[in-house]
């Protein structure tokens, strides 16, 4: 049975009224943008998305990602009207004020049913391909009882122009992620004007091109916005519906220009608006029938979602399936084992060649994880333990090849942490976290388990030279909120940090790996994970302390020789290995203090920019990095060449001492 | 008359030799790009290029980007065999070691002839896209007798995979750059095996949907190569073509596969391509027949250089055009007026306004800026002093909408200041530096003279919440090296700042701008331009000197608020405007100990991370600052609920001198 408009009409115009309305209260925000998108998103509430409002958590609803999220009051309007807990009114109210969970861009830490943060363009929808990826996966494990739901996006002309764009639809289209619809909301504006001034891309020929199946609908008549639902739905491609819209649509006089993107209206705009759509409702209110119409809206999602309880409640697999979406680790003592394994028989390897190791003990003792690297699986060492390729013949496997992809993959990773069931890791070069940074800062915000496998962590990948050897990386990391930074020593360290990262469920993880081999730091048996301190005491000084040397990752090993050559001079040097520096800020003062006592003299040493080591070295202390680009040769000369030697360091130590 | 394949054979065979013994005896390198587009580059560099050894910086030359930079020995081959003074064989021979310009991927500043430094997947393509739009805007102003040339690239698989490409593609597409050509080596295979492990799509289909004329050929065929090249040359669109190759051709067992791409054959595979390839010289000799044929090929555009000198000799726009390409600056005391007008008549702005002040005084006198923004023109301030729309119909004007292409923008300006000519400003919000990160490395690393206008600098861009504050930005842009990240307090500072990011030839700006309004702060004329310090007093204690206060941008003010009610209780107190940090640690130690003294409380005022702030603050100072994710509400109440605020700082001060 087709959508009755006279019903549609009302409610769409609800969606119209709250928004102007709560951009003009907060004299900021952004309304041309749900104005224009309310018809679409009505026929998607009324008939396609499957929710429940009274259980914004339910493992298989359909996931709805709101890219464009400069819209938010759209997302809000819809959580409001059909009767989601949040936002109340008043959260609508007080929208974009200090404690309103209706936030500038909707935040997912903030709002049940907003299911990942947006408004960094394009990464709304490359994280629905996440979504859509975990989806497929989880079903192909737990079968179409328990997880069949789909993903939808509502993207704007800034989220298609984005380059990582391409890279999204690149990977959708490959995996044939056919359960994924995005809703463009094609209106031919942007903030400098029309798409015009910029841009001459067909974009359908371009999905098309892509992999995509490519529907168009005129996105203010809702027969032909139901009609086009119904064909990406059908088809087994995923599915761009091109809805023709009116930015800013029932505004009389701004309608269809860039002016109702990003302003309020104003009162007489929103007067002749009001006008226009026939709405005379005060601010903030919705008459009840039109209410009523809404919150209809969620009934045949409820009724799914009892069906659905019943089906899980009857599963064998219920335990387990409740286990993966709650993201809770299955009870092991297995890296604890592994350590000590490695205890009783050292190993000199890379630490990228550890977290392999690392990886392949885990792997198979916990299903949750799906890896995969941006072309440099070889190099980053990500497949291990036994998973196979993740394809569109066979979303069971765990290993995706994500392609030269390297924020696109992070993003996808981003998706499926906070689609939940899974936890995702994914390898690249170190150096090109650059490339992905955007989403890295969305993981941390949004605390999203995700685990960066970042290979070739300094000038210590040698040949390749100052484009792919990390520099400021490494710092430039550590001054981001809510991200763990790992830079292990050795193999029994990257077994700790790899077991950390698992454990923190709201937060991701940056592993900072060699391509060199390292020598075992690590050989005696301690009581407990010494990385999960942060920074920990790993020698201490035999003579009177005098020195404290901090070092991490590989050059751990250059600070215990600098020490062996101190304290054969009598000079006593604690070597304090900083794994994450993140972690030791968490401890206590006296923990802190004890680990770089005062009075001794500080030493950092590290293959990457002294920036930040004063922290913990002070303003008279020695800080070993690299502040400049590094250079082309041979690892062994590049670390004799910048002085990460203790034949180089030792001496500036002396005369620090002695000056 | 078409190229006789008989000769053209043994000159790619000779670039294949070189790359596979280089490769060899660095034991480290990529053989199997060079090998397989040996034969496409010998047409290139035998009848399309338009290059005169002697000269590499030749202006009207025809610029070539290897963007696929990891097969460096294409380029050192193509180089050393055409005449260039550089590489020597000797150099070649040293492939990948230590001094040696022939570094493992292609650097800009190592090598004459090398036009951008590559590696980083994508960014040589859309760097080309700007010394394309570079090229057409000369040409606007100085005519076809001084500026007439191509834009040549090698590009692979990974460079049309990655999301930059979509920017750049959609950048030309738009502005119709019909002189940029893409060598596209279409050879299947990336790192982790053939492409299609990774992808689906048809690239061919994706180009022309962006406005791309497309042509194909046999990458292995000279004459098809040719004519390929003479379609994408005489067609007014920008040109792909698609040369179908094999990776490694030539190496018998190995060629066609990923085993090629980024490891040395071995000895066996090259006596096996050796004998397949007919190459019986020793490695690194070039027969003598064999190098006068590729001697022979700068010939055509040494005479043409010959050509052109006489017309720049000859032209009256000589003196202006000399200027443009050396990148100097005309002499001027412009912006020392511009300052003493705005000391005469303070101005209380956001230094996003203040910047476009300055840009209205500088644009009008400085023909060389090519403004833009990455669709924040209205926000970013960045059209001004008069400059219009630089499109596909009017080249000669210097405003460029990119679009939402942050990354695109800032890789098309760097090849823009690389070209030469014109020195290139853009903006978007400082929080998507992230976006364009990959990109601004490239600036710092290639010493690129570009200006990024970061506004909406902090949580004073209020509403528009977390996803839009920059927190950890600024800091971690200062642990980049060689780039000027610049964070003025007032309409005075900013004007200082652009001059400085115009007068520096060899480093690339960011300029951190608040989008909300700022007391002017310096009130009296100075000697000289105090920001060039990076940082400086602008205020004494009158009081016995007790703390000093460190702030930059829009907290400089809150410092000086806090140092009034200091002095009020008798406590003396300097204020420091740290303004560039980069600057301030190039002074020399006693200009340093002198604004920041020992023994005073050193106190750092920065809504943003805390994190590098010890640097100056020592581990007993005070670092005020915000080490988590910001908030949406209007700015006001975000700086009170952080505690930027005098009332929130001075009593931390005082605890702690009471402490």
Same mark, same amino acid.
């Given at each position: 049975?087709?959508?009755?408009?006279?019903?549609?009409?009302?409610?769409?115009?609800?969606?119209?009224?709250?928004?102007?309305?709560?951009?003009?209260?907060?004299?900021?925000?952004?309304?041309?943008?749900?104005?224009?998108?309310?018809?679409?998103?009505?026929?998607?509430?009324?008939?396609?998305?499957?929710?429940?409002?009274?259980?914004?958590?339910?493992?298989?609803?359909?996931?709805?990602?709101?890219?464009?999220? #400069?819209?938010?009051?759209?997302?809000?309007?819809?959580?409001?009207?059909?009767?989601?807990?949040?936002?109340?009114? *008043? &959260?609508?109210?007080?929208?974009?004020?200090?404690?309103?969970?209706?936030?500038?861009?909707?935040?997912?830490?903030?709002?049940?049913?907003?299911?990942?943060?947006?408004?960094?363009?394009?990464?709304?929808?490359?994280?629905?391909?996440?979504?859509?990826?975990?989806?497929? #996966?989880?079903?192909?494990?737990?079968? &179409?009882?328990?997880?069949?739901?789909?993903?939808?996006?509502?993207?704007?002309?800034?989220?298609?122009?984005?380059?990582?764009?391409?890279?999204?639809?690149?990977?959708?289209?490959?995996?044939?992620?056919?359960?994924?619809?995005?809703?463009? *909301?094609?209106?031919?504006?942007?903030?400098?004007?029309?798409?015009?001034?910029?841009?001459?891309?067909?974009?359908?020929?371009?999905?098309?091109?892509?992999?995509?199946?490519?529907?168009?609908? %005129?996105?203010?008549?809702?027969?032909?916005?139901?009609?086009?639902?119904?064909?990406?739905?059908?088809?087994?491609?995923?599915?761009?519906?091109?809805?023709?819209?009116?930015?800013?649509?029932?505004?009389?006089?701004?309608?269809?220009?860039?002016?109702? #993107?990003?302003?309020?209206?104003?009162?007489?705009?929103?007067?002749?608006?009001?006008?226009?759509?026939?709405?005379?409702?005060?601010?903030?209110?919705? +008459?009840?029938?039109?209410?009523?119409?809404?919150?209809?809206?969620?009934?045949?999602?409820?009724?799914?979602?009892?069906?659905?309880?019943?089906?899980?409640?009857?599963? $064998?697999?219920?335990?387990?399936?409740?286990?993966?979406?709650?993201?809770?680790?299955?009870?092991?003592?297995?890296?604890?084992?592994?350590?000590?394994?490695?205890?009783?028989?050292?190993?000199?390897?890379?630490?990228?060649?550890?977290?392999?190791?690392?990886?392949?003990?885990?792997?198979?003792?916990?299903?949750?994880?799906?890896?995969?690297?941006?072309?440099?699986?070889?190099?980053?060492?990500?497949?291990?333990?036994?998973?196979?390729?993740?394809?569109?013949?066979? =979303?069971?496997?765990?290993?995706?090849?994500?392609?030269?992809?390297?924020?696109?993959?992070?993003?996808?990773?981003?998706?499926?942490?906070?689609?939940?069931?899974?936890?995702?890791?994914?390898?690249?070069?170190?150096?090109?976290? *650059?490339?992905?940074?955007?989403?890295?800062?969305?993981?941390?915000?949004?605390?999203?388990?995700?685990?960066?496998?970042?290979?070739?962590?300094?000038?210590?990948?040698?040949? %390749?030279?100052?484009?792919?050897?990390?520099?400021?990386?490494?710092?430039?990391?550590?001054?981001? +909120?809510?991200?763990?930074?790992?830079?292990?020593?050795?193999?029994?360290?990257?077994?700790?940090?790899?077991?950390?990262?698992?454990?923190?469920?709201?937060?991701?993880?940056?592993?900072?790996?060699?391509?060199?081999?390292? +020598?075992?730091?690590?050989?005696?048996?301690?009581?407990?994970?010494?990385?999960?301190?942060?920074?920990?005491?790993?020698?201490?000084?035999?003579?009177?302390?005098?020195? $404290?040397?901090?070092?991490?990752?590989?050059?751990?090993?250059?600070?215990?020789?600098?020490?062996?050559?101190?304290?054969?001079?009598?000079?006593?040097?604690?070597? $304090?290995?900083?794994?994450?520096?993140?972690?030791?800020?968490?401890?206590?003062?006296?923990?802190?203090? &004890?680990?770089?006592?005062?009075?001794?003299?500080?030493?950092?040493?590290?293959?990457?920019?002294?920036?930040?080591?004063?922290? =913990?070295?002070?303003?008279?202390?020695?800080?070993?990095?690299? %502040?400049?680009?590094?250079?082309?040769?041979?690892?062994?000369?590049?670390?004799?060449?910048?002085?990460?030697?203790?034949?180089?360091?030792?001496?500036?130590?002396?005369?620090?001492?002695?000056?």
């Amino acid at each position: 049975m087709s959508l009755d408009p006279a019903r549609l009409a009302p409610m769409a115009n609800a969606i119209r009224a709250l928004s102007m309305d709560a951009v003009q209260a907060a004299n900021s925000g952004h309304p041309g943008m749900p104005m224009g998108m309310a018809d679409v998103a009505t026929v998607l509430w009324s008939k396609f998305l499957k929710f429940d409002p009274s259980a914004p958590d339910w493992a298989d609803r359909d996931r709805f990602v709101l890219s464009a999220g #400069h819209g938010s009051m759209l997302i809000y309007s819809l959580l409001h009207l059909s009767g989601y807990a949040q936002p109340t009114m *008043d &959260d609508i109210r007080n929208f974009r004020q200090l404690g309103s969970p209706c936030a500038g861009h909707p935040e997912n830490f903030l709002l049940p049913g907003v299911e990942c943060t947006t408004g960094p363009l394009g990464q709304g929808l490359a994280m629905a391909v996440g979504m859509a990826i975990a989806e497929r #996966h989880l079903n192909a494990s737990f079968g &179409d009882d328990l997880v069949d739901h789909k993903t939808w996006v509502i993207a704007g002309d800034g989220c298609l122009m984005e380059g990582i764009n391409h890279e999204a639809i690149g990977i959708a289209g490959h995996l044939k992620l056919g359960r994924m619809n995005v809703l463009w *909301d094609d209106n031919n504006i942007t903030i400098d004007g029309g798409t015009d001034l910029s841009t001459s891309e067909d974009i359908k020929a371009r999905y098309a091109a892509t992999g995509w199946h490519v529907v168009e609908c %005129d996105g203010h008549d809702f027969a032909d916005i139901e009609r086009a639902m119904h064909e990406a739905v059908a088809d087994t491609r995923p599915s761009l519906v091109a809805c023709k819209t009116v930015i800013g649509k029932g505004a009389p006089n701004k309608q269809g220009t860039s002016a109702t #993107h990003g302003a309020p209206l104003g009162p007489e705009e929103i007067s002749a608006a009001r006008d226009v759509l026939g709405w005379d409702a005060a601010p903030f209110e919705v +008459p009840e029938g039109i209410l009523a119409a809404w919150r209809s809206t969620g009934a045949a999602g409820s009724e799914a979602h009892g069906a659905w309880a019943s089906r899980l409640q009857n599963s $064998v697999q219920k335990t387990e399936f409740e286990r993966r979406m709650a993201g809770d680790l299955p009870e092991s003592n297995a890296t604890q084992a592994y350590i000590s394994a490695l205890i009783a028989d050292p190993v000199k390897v890379a630490t990228r060649k550890a977290s392999e190791m690392a990886l392949a003990d885990i792997n198979p003792r916990l299903p949750d994880t799906i890896g995969g690297s941006a072309d440099l699986t070889g190099s980053n060492n990500t497949k291990a333990g036994g998973i196979e390729a993740l394809t569109a013949d066979n =979303y069971g496997e765990r290993y995706i090849y994500y392609g030269i992809r390297e924020f696109g993959m992070a993003a996808a990773m981003n998706g499926m942490a906070l689609h939940g069931g899974v936890i995702p890791y994914g390898g690249t070069f170190l150096v090109f976290t *650059d490339y992905a940074r955007g989403a890295v800062r969305l993981s941390a915000l949004q605390q999203a388990r995700v685990i960066y496998v970042m290979t070739h962590d300094s000038i210590g990948l040698g040949e %390749d030279g100052p484009t792919h050897q990390p520099v400021e990386h490494v710092a430039s990391l550590r001054a981001m +909120p809510n991200l763990l930074v790992m830079r292990p020593a050795d193999a029994v360290e990257t077994a700790e940090c790899w077991e950390i990262a698992l454990q923190n469920k709201t937060r991701p993880t940056v592993l900072a790996l060699t391509r060199q081999g390292l +020598p075992q730091m690590r050989l005696e048996e301690a009581d407990e994970m010494l990385s999960a301190k942060g920074g920990y005491r790993i020698a201490s000084a035999k003579a009177k302390r005098k020195v $404290v040397l901090v070092a991490t990752g590989s050059e751990l090993h250059v600070a215990a020789e600098c020490a062996a050559k101190l304290e054969e001079q009598g000079i006593g040097a604690d070597v $304090v290995s900083m794994v994450c520096a993140e972690l030791f800020e968490e401890q206590d003062d006296a923990y802190k203090a &004890d680990t770089l006592p005062a009075g001794a003299l500080k030493v950092s040493i590290e293959a990457g920019t002294t920036f930040g080591w004063e922290r =913990y070295t002070g303003t008279d202390g020695i800080n070993i990095g690299l %502040d400049r680009f590094g250079a082309s040769a041979p690892a062994g000369q590049l670390f004799e060449k910048f002085g990460f030697t203790a034949e180089a360091i030792v001496p500036q130590i002396l005369n620090k001492l002695n000056g």
